[in-house]
């Protein structure tokens, strides 16, 4: 599935939790509803369902693909605006381009990530390359969006494109599991790795790939919350062992530690079983979302629209209709 990998995951920095470390139990399991996004392509509404306390500071998550297009058929989004959050954008497959009305803007392909801070506000754009249109191939991601606190919803724009190359790579005690830190800090057995994206609300990312029969236990910041998506194959959560597979998300309760196993069987198209992970520390404000919009009320919504209509959150440059 991904491109970012080793041949043999223990020569990497190895990561586990304390044996006493108290155990995050399963609250809830829930399956994601698919639909279409933008101009057409099939998502997976990760989140849906899920109460909004247990997501804190996370507003939602689309599984993009996956999806193997035949020449002519991908898709993206049209341009359009966003304010008070920012977007994730991690591709596992593929290849799309972003552009905004703040000047970002780049490439991203297997492994990359882009990750766009809206503040007070933007235009941006994400289409398939036209070669990809031509040519038409594989096509796997996720976006995700992460609550900005009141202070700093209308902060300035900014873009960071983060390479596939720089994600920090660790390795389970075992070498069973391989995993992907885009943000965030893991306590590992030689001291604190961090992943590479600068995050305004703290929060960890990581994208997990665990061999058949293998098993995970990662300490977990306490004051985080604990969620997991399958992107692929099936496997356990908690100590208790807590069945899910691809397509469903996993609320954890409190504690230090998070458990994931892969099953022994997994799905003849995916070897081992790929879990994002994502914990982040709640903001506990109000919050108002419609649309492209997060804000911590009505009226700002409003405000948002009418600056939207009013041409205050940028244009579109000249070549980019």
Not at 42 to 54: E, L, S
Not at 253 to 267: K, V
């Amino acid at each position: 599935m991904p491109a970012v990998t080793v041949e043999n995951p223990l020569s990497l920095p190895r990561v586990s939790a304390p044996a006493d470390a108290r155990q995050r139990p399963v609250l809830h399991v829930a399956t994601a509803p698919q639909g279409l996004e933008g101009e057409g392509f099939p998502v997976r509404r990760a989140f849906a369902g899920i109460d909004y306390r247990y997501l804190d500071p996370f507003i939602m998550m689309d599984q993009m693909g996956e999806v193997e297009y035949a020449p002519g058929e991908p898709k993206g989004t049209p341009w359009h605006p966003h304010r008070g959050f920012e977007t994730v954008t991690y591709m596992i497959d593929g290849v799309i381009d972003h552009r905004d009305s703040h000047g970002g803007g780049g490439t991203i392909t297997d492994g990359d990530t882009q990750w766009m801070t809206a503040g007070s506000g933007l235009l941006h754009i994400e289409a398939p390359p036209e070669a990809l249109v031509v040519s038409g191939g594989l096509f796997h991601g996720l976006q995700l969006w992460v609550n900005l606190p009141a202070k700093d919803k209308m902060m300035a724009p900014r873009y960071q494109d983060i390479a596939g190359g720089r994600v920090k790579l660790l390795s389970s005690a075992d070498g069973g599991a391989l995993l992907r830190l885009i943000a965030g800090d893991l306590q590992g057995e030689t001291g604190v790795h961090r992943g590479p994206g600068v995050t305004h609300t703290p929060i960890t990312m990581l994208h997990v790939s665990l061999n058949p029969g293998a098993q995970l236990t990662l300490p977990w910041p306490p004051g985080f919350n604990g969620l997991a998506y399958a992107l692929s194959g099936r496997g356990t959560a908690g100590a208790e062992g807590r069945p899910f597979r691809s397509g469903q998300a996993v609320v954890f309760g409190d504690g230090d530690a998070i458990t994931l196993g892969a099953g022994t069987a997994q799905e003849s198209r995916s070897p081992g079983f790929e879990v994002v992970l994502l914990g982040g520390r709640p903001i506990r404000e109000p919050m108002a979302h419609y649309g492209p919009f997060v804000m911590n009320s009505h009226a700002e919504l409003a405000q948002a629209f009418d600056d939207f209509r009013a041409g205050r959150l940028g244009t579109v440059p000249a070549d980019g209709a």
